[in-house]
């Protein structure tokens, strides 16, 4: 049996619940119980607050776990970062009140920063040389400054309206975040070969979710130019048509590409261009 803990609500419970269900992992989560199995494969799901899952991977309690990095970071138990998850994207900076004068890291020297991540606020400060003071706070660290608690802060910044509406400003990002999959280090065989299994799925999962799938109809006089637009994984498929001259052509694209691609297409005349979420790529 393989057991993944995962957050059981907050920012990344929905998120690690989905892509668990995207690779086929087959659990009821109508009830939400802070165990469930799965119906289709030897696998267990653990819902947890996100700080006590990298303990309970490192303890083999569980041997995979969903979490951000951040706290991967900051607990700092032996655990196995497998892969990125591209989802719970976030930065750990440091903001001051903005209508300081900001000259680089040792504006910092001697002063008070609050933050829930001590550890990795004091090895980053370690390294540099420079001497601080952290205040450790459990929540609502953007509000210390103008309480008088603290000179600056040390959190977790998304879009920065948070340090915006507290009169703070970001001056430097110390990690770059996102959720990740963590393994217990010494795994049995029978779970080893399941997690390769898990992590081939995730691969094929978040190549799928950044491609779209476009078929079109174009004159025969255009399929080179076409061919030159849409490099496919090989190369796109054309499929004569009925109507004299004209081809039906099929490849997949990046999502961030589509709306130039189809700009293009249109330019040497294809019609009826339609565009289609892809499910799964398995190269
Ligand atoms: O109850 P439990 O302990 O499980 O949850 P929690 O409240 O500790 O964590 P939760 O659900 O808030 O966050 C879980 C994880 O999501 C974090 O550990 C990060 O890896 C990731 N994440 C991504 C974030 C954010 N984005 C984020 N914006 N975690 C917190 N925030 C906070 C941030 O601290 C700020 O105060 O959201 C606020 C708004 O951010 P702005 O910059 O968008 O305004
Ligand atoms: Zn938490």
Same mark, same amino acid.
């Given at each position: 049996?393989? #057991?993944?803990?995962?957050?059981?609500?907050?920012?990344?419970?929905?998120?690690?619940? !989905?892509?668990?269900? #995207?690779?086929?992992?087959?659990? +009821?989560?109508?009830?939400?119980?802070?165990?469930?199995?799965?119906?289709?494969?030897?696998?267990?799901?653990?819902?947890?607050?996100? +700080?006590?899952?990298?303990?309970? %991977?490192a303890?083999?309690?569980?041997?995979?776990?969903?979490? !951000?990095?951040?706290?991967?970071?900051?607990?700092g138990?032996?655990?196995?970062?497998?892969?990125?998850?591209?989802?719970?994207?976030?930065? $750990?900076?440091? @903001?001051?009140?903005?209508?300081?004068?900001y000259?680089?890291?040792?504006?910092?020297?001697?002063k #008070?920063? @609050?933050? /829930?991540y001590?550890?990795?606020?004091?090895?980053?400060?370690?390294?540099?040389? *420079?001497?601080i003071?952290? %205040?450790?706070?459990?929540?609502?660290?953007?509000?210390?400054? /103008?309480?008088?608690?603290?000179?600056? *802060?040390? +959190?977790?910044?998304?879009? !920065?309206?948070?340090?915006?509406?507290?009169?703070?400003?970001?001056?430097?990002t110390?990690?770059? /975040?996102?959720?990740?999959?963590?393994?217990?280090?010494? $795994?049995?065989?029978?779970?080893?070969?399941?997690?390769e299994?898990?992590?081939?799925?995730?691969?094929?999962?978040?190549?799928?979710?950044?491609?779209?799938?476009?078929?079109?109809?174009?004159?025969?006089?255009?399929?080179?130019?076409?061919?030159?637009?849409?490099?496919?994984?090989?190369?796109?498929?054309?499929?004569?048509?009925? @109507?004299?001259?004209?081809?039906?052509?099929?490849?997949? %694209?990046?999502?961030?590409? $589509?709306?130039?691609?189809? #700009?293009?297409?249109?330019?040497?005349?294809?019609? !009826? *261009?339609?565009?289609?979420?892809?499910?799964?790529?398995?190269?």
């Amino acid at each position: 049996m393989l #057991r993944i803990a995962i957050q059981n609500k907050g920012r990344l419970g929905e998120e690690s619940l !989905g892509l668990l269900g #995207r690779i086929g992992i087959e659990i +009821d989560t109508t009830k939400r119980k802070y165990l469930a199995k799965a119906s289709n494969l030897p696998i267990e799901m653990l819902n947890l607050r996100d +700080d006590d899952i990298p303990q309970v %991977v490192a303890d083999n309690v569980a041997q995979l776990g969903i979490v !951000g990095l951040n706290e991967v970071e900051e607990k700092g138990y032996d655990v196995t970062v497998v892969t990125r998850l591209c989802f719970g994207h976030c930065r $750990l900076s440091l @903001a001051i009140p903005k209508n300081e004068e900001y000259n680089g890291l040792k504006y910092f020297r001697g002063k #008070r920063i @609050a933050t /829930s991540y001590p550890n990795i606020l004091n090895r980053f400060f370690k390294e540099k040389g *420079i001497e601080i003071r952290t %205040v450790v706070i459990a929540g609502s660290v953007e509000i210390t400054p /103008s309480a008088g608690m603290a000179d600056a *802060i040390f +959190d977790i910044v998304s879009s !920065g309206g948070t340090l915006v509406s507290n009169g703070l400003k970001e001056v430097e990002t110390v990690l770059e /975040s996102e959720a990740v999959l963590i393994a217990y280090p010494t $795994l049995t065989d029978e779970n080893k070969r399941l997690l390769e299994e898990i992590k081939f799925r995730i691969e094929s999962d978040s190549i799928s979710r950044n491609k779209k799938y476009l078929l079109m109809n174009i004159p025969n006089d255009s399929l080179e130019k076409a061919i030159e637009i849409l490099p496919s994984m090989r190369s796109p498929t054309i499929i004569p048509l009925a @109507a004299d001259g004209w081809s039906s052509i099929h490849s997949v %694209v990046n999502s961030s590409e $589509l709306w130039d691609k189809v #700009r293009q297409l249109k330019a040497i005349g294809a019609e !009826g *261009i339609l565009v289609l979420s892809v499910d799964k790529i398995i190269l």
